[in-house]
């Protein structure tokens, strides 16, 4: 079984003042090619890694489209696609939301048009449901979002000089009034049912298995773990994974929401699965009806070398 990955992560923008730069998202990039290669049994000829300068609009979507293609014709048969970077919100352009603005994911180079970021210059959720709506019924899609679109929960413990808020607003203050007077909304959208065919007119019969880094009104944060910086919520998320692989996806997101909830973050991360994808463990494809639940044996603790040792890893995580 050929497995593919795409990873994400942009701290540096073209079009940012270095103020608005992050510190953590190439970390959350290089630090989930490490776990797929040691512990997942990925290859690296199988990964396309994209930081910085390197992950545009189109250099990030034509990965995506290539995996998604080579999933569809059997080539493939998993694909994991991680993007660590801001998030914002632009108009909607389909008519489609009804609080008339489409959530957005930032790449490198994002740019301003009118009163609005040009929306042909970054990654619109609605591109992204089209192309997950593809996905063939044998194939695994699993997603991880450590971004946000919304600073309306915004607390001062979010603002603390070790944390940085993973979201850009708007950039003129009529966008941004606009945004404010909007409804946010989950990822859940992103993950509908394959039967939605979106604007492509195609579709497919599978289900991607989505963690978000926060609800659509928080902020993910972009944090100094022990000197190094990475994004909350992957740095949980992958001290779970190692700790005890077998944890379901549900059981996953539990882990990770105890260890924010511990260390005072106040983002807490969704998981948007059908629930057969949710009682398996990452990774593993969905339970078919009538399978036998997941042993959640113990394993000697698996660690990514000396880049976590901020804090010791636990094995006790059930």
Sequence with gaps: MTSLAVCVGINEFENLPTHSWLNGCVNDADDIVSLLTRHYGFSDTDITRLTDSAATKSAVMGALTDAMGRVRTGEATQLVFSF??????????????????????????MRQSGDNWDPTTLIVDDELHDLFALLPENALLDVILDTCHSGTGLRAIDLLPSRRPRFVPPPTPVAVERAEAANSRSFRDLVRAATDTGDTGEQGAGHPALF?????????????????????????????????????????LTQVNTDLRAEKFTQRAQL????????????????RAGSPAPVRAERPVRTLGPVRTDKPARDDRN
Excluded at 213 to 241: E, V
Excluded at 272 to 287: D, I, L, T
């Design 272 to 287: 948007e699965a059908p629930a057969a994808g949710k009682r398996m463990p990452w990774g593993s494809p969905f339970a």
């Design 212 to 252: 978000a880094a926060c609800r659509s009104n928080q902020t993910a944060a972009d944090a100094n773990f022990g000197g190094r910086y990475s994004g909350a919520f992957t740095h949980f998320l992958i001290q779970a994974l190692l700790a005890n692989p077998y944890l379901t996806r549900a059981d996953i």
């Design 84 to 109: 660590s970077s801001h998030g914002t919100q632009v108009p909607d352009s389909n008519a489609d939301e009804s609080d008339s603005v489409d959530e957005a994911f930032v790449t490198y180079d």
